[in-house]
Antibody, heavy 120, light 110 residues
Framework: QVQLQESGPGLVKPSETLSLTCTVSGASIRGYYWNWIRQPPGKGLEWIGY???????NYNPSLKSRVTISVDTSKNRFSLKLSSVTAADTAVYYCARPVAATKLDPFDIWGQGTMVTVSS | QSALTQPRSVSGSPGQSVAISCTGTSSDVGGYNYVSWYQQHPGKAPKLMIYDVNKRPSGVPDRFSGSKSGNTASLTISGLQAEDEADYYC??????????FGGGTKLTVL
């Protein structure tokens, strides 16, 4: 079955760039909207953005100036970079895939999530 | 983009029914039939419970149902069970290939 696994540093310093990778197993990364979603401690979910078909991206307008999502099809994985981080970016970061290849959502496959803390 | 509005908490006794509302605007909930609902237990990833307003994925009990009226969507859980105690989040398409989530509702089964 399809599985997603997030990986990356658990601690990032303020003003630096947060970098995470989501490795996809059990399916090709081609042809779906691959998403990043985050959840600050004790708070709700926030959609960050997606990459589709190896290049088409779209981001949450509130994060757009700081977010880059890219894909490495040779390694079947996609990545998130969030620049100029502050404590407000401390969150569990999830990668997720929707139920159908042609749809942006809903998400039936999620990674387990990875906690990223922004602190000096 | 402000988060969709959900009640912070709801509660009900086993066997009862509860409804969780999700209020947005005509630019998101009211403008599209693309509202989904997720259940999240502590320390776990969200689980899809309802999509496209009122469709249930395979394996989700029919005790869970969704509806929408105007700018407000609702998730109804009937025949409450202890395992339904969790946080619930709505999510809506918001145009221009963007999504918006609700702030979340904590369901307590008394």
């Amino acid at each position: 079955q399809v599985q997603l696994q997030e990986s990356g540093p658990g601690l990032v310093k303020p003003s630096e760039t947060l970098s995470l990778t989501c490795t996809v197993s059990g399916a090709s990364i081609r042809g779906y909207y691959w998403n990043w979603i985050r959840q600050p401690p004790g708070k709700g979910l926030e959609w960050i953005g997606y990459i589709y078909n190896s290049g088409n991206t779209n981001y949450n307008p509130s994060l757009k100036s700081r977010v880059t999502i890219s894909v490495d099809t040779s390694k079947n994985r996609f990545s998130l970079k969030l620049s100029s981080v502050t404590a407000a970016d401390t969150a569990v970061y999830y990668c997720a895939r929707p139920v159908a290849a042609t749809k942006l959502d809903p998400f039936d496959i999620w990674g387990q999530g990875t906690m990223v803390t922004v602190s000096s | 983009q402000s988060a969709l509005t959900q009640p912070r908490s709801v509660s009900g006794s086993p066997g009862q029914s509860v409804a969780i509302s999700c209020t947005g605007t005509s630019s998101d909930v009211g403008g599209y039939n693309y509202v989904s609902w997720y259940q999240q237990h502590p320390g776990k990833a969200p689980k899809l419970m309802i999509y496209d307003v009122n469709k249930r994925p395979s394996g989700v009990p029919d005790r869970f149902s969704g509806s929408k009226s105007g700018n407000t969507a609702s998730l109804t859980i009937s025949g409450l069970q202890a395992e339904d105690e969790a946080d619930y989040y709505c999510c809506s398409y918001a145009g221009s290939y963007t999504l918006i989530f609700g702030g979340g509702t904590k369901l307590t089964v008394l």
